[in-house]
């Protein structure tokens, strides 16, 4: 009987670890399978069936740890299978060899499973063992592939949106971009003043009603309301309308004064010495079309009327910032321009040599070494410099500017004292002047340059290699 007792005692707890660990055995255990598989869970083949597996899958590489649930064979790495079990707790995952899921799936243990004569109590009291935590690294591998397997799915990810993605990316770049220029712009100018001391912009005058006003009286004749505001009808003489009107005269059958010649060009026509070598450059680095036909008009008796008109006039001049030297390459116009602008500096004059590629931000400030503080960073150009301080710089070859960067030189070549850019009041010093030289030949990037900028220079001059020059240079000397 005690023998029997035990015997009783071993297979009840035999029962509880199969209903905990959610086994469908076909017959009872003896006493020496029971009590291996008390201390080892491994389950002979005989007593197991295919009714106790839900689901089972092949896998080539077992994961790691993972030893068979018969007879222990370790299988990190190999094949094995990976079965389904529903435990009272839920569904739970287990390893087995091949050989043996092979002779479960084949056999014919399927009579009389042994956990259909247990008492559901039993099932209730083996719930504690399985949720207890697994010993063994095995059992804690296939409680996290058991969740993985039966975490509900999550929904599918929105579709990227890359193209919105990559233009926010971009404009927060060119925010971020403006920033930083605004800023080297401010630390720029209080660098370049020494004392610190900016211009403050002047406010503005009047309310809303009356820039309306202003506005409207804008309406109408407006070159007659400036004249009358200005007294001009009052001041001009007979003789300087006289010369006006014959020069206006000579340049009406060409298009490129189709609205007659500018104040500016008026002015520099008046002051110069070579009346016909000013009319001619001004035209021929802004490559006026029909240039040959005015080069020949200029041969004739009515462009000398019109010096002869002009001759009594020295005005003062009206542009006083800016002067190009053009030419072909090897005629000294880059020297003849340095030295210039060392006459007007005292001293030694920066050279700015111009690309395709500047735009106007380029032409105030530019990313390289800052030799003052060894590092990389925004550093104003020698144009910045100059502008603030007043001085003189070149720009060798201004024509390949591109037409953002032109705009840019008109407005700053204009009789201003300062410029707002990107926000920040860049002051324009007396004594500052720009010396542009350039090529006539256009093409890769080289433009030739607007009237507007060439209205603009005080000083038109070309440059050609002499003979001897080119005797020299070339080494036949």
């Not at 390893?95 to 084949?106: F, S």
């Not at 144009?383 to 407005?411: C, I, K, W, Y």
């Not at 009041?425 to 433009?447: C, H, K, R, S, W």
Request: charged content about 25%; some cysteine; hydrophobic content about 40%.
């Amino acid at each position: 009987m005690a023998e029997k007792s035990e015997c009783d005692k071993l297979r009840a707890k035999v029962v509880e670890r199969r209903n905990a660990l959610g086994y469908k055995f076909t017959r009872h255990l003896n006493m020496a399978e029971g009590q291996r598989f008390l201390d080892t869970n491994l389950v002979p083949a005989d007593a197991l069936s295919k009714s106790t597996f839900a689901a089972a899958k092949r896998l080539e590489g077992m994961p790691s740890g993972s030893t068979c649930m018969v007879c222990g064979l370790n299988m990190s790495g190999g094949s094995g299978w990976i079965v389904e079990v529903a435990t009272p707790s839920g569904r739970t995952f287990r390893t087995i060899c091949e050989a043996h899921y092979e002779a479960v799936m084949n056999g014919k243990n399927e009579s009389e499973p042994e956990h259909e004569e247990e008492p559901a109590v039993a099932v209730a009291s083996a719930t504690p063992v399985a949720t207890a935590a697994p010993a063994d690294p095995v059992a804690a591998a296939l409680q996290t592939l058991t969740a993985a397997l039966t975490a509900p799915k999550a929904p599918p990810a929105p579709p990227v949106d890359e193209a919105k993605i990559l233009a926010g990316a971009v404009e927060a770049a060119k925010e971020q971009a403006r920033k930083e220029a605004q800023e080297v712009l401010r630390k720029s100018v209080s660098d370049i003043l020494r004392d610190g001391a900016t211009a403050v912009a002047g406010s503005a005058e009047g309310g809303e009603g009356e820039e309306i006003a202003k506005l409207a009286s804008a309406t109408g004749d407006g070159c007659e309301a400036a004249a009358k505001a200005h007294g001009w009808s009052a001041k001009a003489t007979p003789a300087a309308k006289d010369a006006v009107g014959k020069l206006n005269k000579f340049l009406s059958e060409f298009s490129y004064f189709r609205d007659g010649a500018s104040m500016r060009l008026i002015n520099s026509f008046a002051i110069a010495a070579d009346k016909k070598a000013c009319l001619q450059s001004y035209c021929e680095v802004s490559q006026m079309e029909d240039l040959p036909d005015l080069v020949e008009k200029m041969k004739s008796p009515e462009f000398t009327a019109v010096c002869d008109a002009f001759a009594p006039f020295k005005p003062k001049p009206l542009n006083r910032r800016f002067a190009v030297f053009y030419g072909a390459p090897g005629g000294g116009k880059t020297y003849a321009a340095i030295k210039a602008g060392e006459s007007i500096n005292g001293g030694h004059v920066d050279v700015v040599p111009c690309s395709p590629s500047m735009d106007a931000a380029d032409t105030l400030y530019a990313y390289r070494l800052d030799y003052k503080t060894g590092k990389r960073g925004y550093v104003p150009t020698a144009l910045l410099t100059a502008m603030v301080s007043g001085r003189a710089v070149v720009l060798d070859e201004v024509n390949l500017l591109p037409m953002e960067a032109r705009m840019f030189l008109q407005n700053i070549l204009d009789n201003k004292d300062k410029v707002h850019v990107m926000g920040v009041e860049l002051p324009i010093a007396d004594g500052f002047f720009v010396l542009g030289t350039m090529n006539l030949e256009t093409g890769l990037g080289a433009q030739p340059l607007p009237l507007p900028l060439v209205d603009r220079a005080v000083v038109v001059r070309k440059f050609a290699t002499s003979v001897s020059q080119a005797a020299v240079g070339a080494g036949l000397c």
